[in-house]
Structures are given as C-alpha cells and as structure tokens.
C-alpha cells in the first residue's frame, strides 16, 4: 500500500510539472510580445524586399536614360551631319554653277584676219592724207577663213586647280575632278598663291 501511495504522489507531482511546464510554454508562444516581434520581423522582410525590387527597377530605369540620352546624341550627331553634308552639297553645286559661268565667259572668239591688198591699200590712203575710206575690191573678200581653226587656249594645270581652289572646293575633291594626287594640288595651289603673293 505504500508503494501504491507513492506511485500516486509520484505521478501527481509529475502531471502538475507537465501542466505548469505546457501553461507556461502557450503562454509564452501566446504572448503579445511574441506576436508583435513575429509581425515586426515579418514586416522587416517585406521593406527589405520592396527596397530590393525598388534598387532593381532604379537601376533598370537608369540604365534606360542612359540608353535614351547616348540615343538622342547619336541621333543629334548625325543630324548635325546630315546638316553639314547638305550644305557642302549646296556649296559644291555653287561653285559648279559658278565655275560653268566662267567658262562660258572666258571663252575667247579668233579675231578675222585681214587681206594683204586691203592693208596695203589703208596703208597708201593714210599716208596720201585722204579722208576717204578705202575702196573695197568687190572681186576680194574682206574676211578670210583661217586654214586651221582657232581654238581657245586650254587653261594651264595651275590655273585649273587655282580656280577650282577659289571657287571653294576642297584639294581632295580638286585631286579626284582632275584625277591627280592630293599632292600635286597641294604643291600647285602652294605654287600659284606664291604667284600671286608676287
């Protein structure tokens, strides 16, 4: 009977133990502060990931002006270029215009060669004194064709690559028209500005 007794006592002791030991453990997992530092841990993770996506959609957008400002400077380049390639087109066609006018102008006409009898005749009249205007000889014609054809003197290389020099073109351009090297209209234009200086 004693043993019984001691058995009951013994498990009496142990079922309290276990009852105040679970309390306190719900009581702990049940606690409000528990449960606050729960909802601040769980609200500290969502700010962090917010501020990682927000990092992330920053960097994206950054990424993207730069993209968009190295676009419209590329495109700002080559409209500054399509600008100056229009107006040296413009020049070019200028100066071609220009260059045809005086050519046209420069063009020289051969002078009509007189006969031998017609000089030989103002010849007496201006030394007789007469105010008389010769006689023409109905028989002999007063212009003469020339056997060989006149023609304009061809403007000289120098003079070629001046004129188109002042005419605005650049020695490149003047090399490929007159189908030379760039040095050699160099060294002319060096040459005919010396020229000129004299």
């Known amino acids: 009977m004693n043993i019984s007794l001691l ?17 306190s453990l719900i009581i702990r997992q049940t606690s409000k502060e528990r449960i606050l530092a729960e909802f601040r841990d769980e609200v500290d993770r969502l700010i962090a990931d917010i501020d990682a996506a927000t990092d992330r959609d ?16 590329d495109t700002d380049k ?10 040296r ?3 070019e066609e200028q100066a071609y215009a220009e260059l045809g006018r005086r050519q046209g102008r420069s063009v020289i006409k051969p002078e009509p060669v007189q006969d031998a009898p017609l000089f030989e005749q103002e010849k007496a009249a201006t030394a007789a004194g007469s105010s008389a205007e010769p006689a023409e000889n109905p028989s002999q014609p007063r212009f003469v064709r020339a056997e060989t054809e006149l023609k304009p003197k061809a403007p000289s290389f120098s003079e070629q690559v001046l004129e188109l020099y002042l005419a605005g073109f650049s ?3 003047i090399a490929s028209k007159l189908k030379v090297t760039v040095a050699e209209v160099d060294l002319a234009i060096n040459v005919s500005g010396k020229k000129r200086n004299s």
Not at 8 to 16: D, F, G, H, M, P
Not at 60 to 65: F, K, N, P, T
Not at 78 to 87: C, M, P, S, V
């Open 7 to 23: 058995f009951s006592i013994a498990s009496l002791i142990l079922w309290a133990f276990s009852f105040v030991y679970v309390r």
């Open 58 to 73: 920053i960097a994206l957008i950054e990424d993207r002006v730069k993209s968009l400002k190295s676009l419209l400077e």
């Open 171 to 173: 020695p490149e351009l």
């Open 89 to 91: 087109r413009t020049v």
């Open 78 to 87: 080559r409209i500054l270029a399509y600008k100056k390639e229009i107006h």
